[in-house]
């Protein structure tokens, strides 16, 4: 009894763990006629309140996106 209620408990935790599966945007904005890093350019994924802004490289990260296509 206690082994078939582990084997349960472990299939209904696996399932809950792969149905969470989130990905990240990232990327990096420059500047188109010097090439140059932007800082501080606010990125955010259209619809959504998600975003950030980027670093002093240009490199933003969206985290816990679900998979899809998005417009930023």
């Known amino acids: 009894m206690k082994f078939t ?3 349960v408990l472990i299939f209904f935790t696996m399932g809950f763990l ?3 599966t989130t990905g990240k ?3 990096t904005i ?3 006629e010097t090439n140059e890093a932007l800082i ?3 990125v955010i994924v259209q619809g959504t309140y998600s975003g950030a802004a980027t670093d002093v490289d240009g490199a933003y990260y969206i985290l816990n ?3 899809g296509t998005y417009t930023l």
């Open 5 to 7: 209620s582990c084997l």
């Open 18 to 20: 792969i149905g969470q």
């Open 25 to 27: 945007i990232t990327g």
């Open 30 to 32: 420059k500047d188109s």
């Open 40 to 42: 501080g350019v606010n």
């Open 65 to 67: 996106i679900k998979p």
